[in-house]
């Protein structure tokens, strides 16, 4: 025989079930969309990865 | 018959009633109704201050000034289950009903107190962070452990942890703290006991009964009266004076002064009245001052905004 669960108490760990499921989705959404303002930002983060790159560089004075 | 099918049949034989929590009873831990009033006002203080974030970035700052609000009301329940048990209006919340646990409220709280903070201060900055657990200590150890069953000033002191949302918002985007953000705080701050003492005058909750020193039952009523309409005095030029800072314009001053006005004149009404006039139509005067002193803040909050969005729009007037 199959086990179903019917009573309220069951309705009601469904929800928190659903309900917590969704804030962990949320917070995972939540998360990325940090990541990708973050990202675009970008400014800050230039000059902090450890590798030369000509555009940070200062300029060089060319001398005869 | 196996021993799943007997828990079933038990479970249906005796309803798990009050004793089982849904997912609602953990959000009605986080005072919804208090943390809506926490949105308004840190979002308006993102919107009033200088400088610009992505939008995601606003609507994060809200989000987790919200959710420290909201852990910050998780504890409060936590350590006040036991005198909420005890006064009708509080004893149908999900502790002292009994389908949340003091442990889990208090591991709710808690954690969403540090989830809240270091995620402000990734998403935003260490100052907003700093302020909003500053804001979660004040509440729940200052307010609720400390001083709400010491003096019948609790309200007044209470009214300070509603009042910093506006100040994380600004510190969200401008990384620091200034006058305007102070005087949006010191607002909140003033509105804070006239607001809520209109309310218990009608409201006659059971404090005495949690021996919880309520200014209208310390002082009585005419008391409170008195006090409403000095803390009333005090707010108006305070709600004034913001208009003059780089953050107020035309629209708050003409807002401010009409608002103040006719807050003024409810206070007077409220301080003039006795206890039987207000018997006697039911405590109208009081009533009508409560439901306004939410327009008041609310309306004066969306004027500071619509001064902002002027401005941006290219509608200065003079040194506005």
């Known amino acids: 025989m199959a086990i179903r669960a019917e009573s309220e108490m069951h309705q ?9 499921a969704l804030c962990l989705v949320g917070f995972c959404a939540i998360l990325f969309g940090l990541t ?28 005869e | 018959m196996t021993d799943a099918t007997a828990n079933l049949a038990a479970a249906k034989a005796e309803p798990a009633g009050p ?20 949105v308004f006002t840190a979002f308006a203080g993102l919107m009033v201050a200088p400088g610009s974030q992505p939008w995601f970035i606003y609507f994060c700052a809200v989000l987790f000034i919200a959710i420290g ?15 909420d048990r005890l006064m009708k209006r509080t004893s149908t919340r999900p502790i002292p009903s009994g389908r949340v646990t003091e442990g ?13 903070v270091a995620m402000l201060g990734l998403a935003t900055n260490w100052v907003a962070a700093g302020i909003l657990a500053f ?9 609720t452990m400390w001083l709400k069953r010491a003096t019948p000033q609790n309200i007044v002191i209470g009214g300070a942890a509603g009042a910093f949302p506006p100040m994380i918002g600004w510190a969200a985007v401008t990384g620091g703290v200034s006058i305007e953000s102070v005087l949006m705080f010191g607002l909140i701050f003033m509105w804070t006991p006239p607001h809520f003492w209109a309310l218990a005058l009608f409201m006659k909750s059971d404090y005495h009964k949690a021996n919880v020193p309520m200014l209208t039952v310390t002082h009585g009523r005419a008391a409170t009266r008195r006090h409403i309409w000095v803390y009333t005095l005090l707010l108006a030029p305070l709600a004034m004076v913001l208009g003059f800072t780089s953050i107020g314009g035309p629209v708050y001053v003409a807002a401010a002064l009409v608002l103040n006005a006719i807050f003024l004149k409810g206070a007077w009404d409220i301080y003039k009245r006795d206890e039987t006039m207000a018997e006697a139509d039911a405590y109208a005067v009081e009533k009508k001052f409560f439901r306004f002193s939410l327009y008041y803040l609310f309306l004066l909050f ?11 729009a290219g509608f200065a007037i003079g040194s506005w």
């Open chain 2, 135 to 143: 804001t979660i200590f004040f509440y729940v150890v200052i307010y």
């Open chain 2, 302 to 312: 969306m004027a500071l905004m619509a001064d902002v969005a002027l401005r941006q």
């Open chain 2, 69 to 83: 609000g909201g852990a910050s009301g998780a504890l409060n329940m936590w350590y006040d289950a036991d005198i």
């Open chain 1, 36 to 63: 990708v303002a973050k990202v675009r930002q970008g400014a800050s983060m230039e000059a902090f990865d450890h590798a030369p790159r000509v555009s940070i560089t200062p300029p060089v004075e060319e001398s």
């Open chain 2, 19 to 38: 004793q089982e929590a849904g997912f609602g009873d953990y959000v009605q831990l986080l005072k919804p109704r208090v943390m809506s009033l926490v």
């Open chain 2, 104 to 116: 889990e409220a208090f591991g709710l709280g808690l954690a969403l107190s540090f989830m809240s």
């Open chain 1, 12 to 20: 009601r760990r469904f929800g928190r079930n659903i309900g917590v």
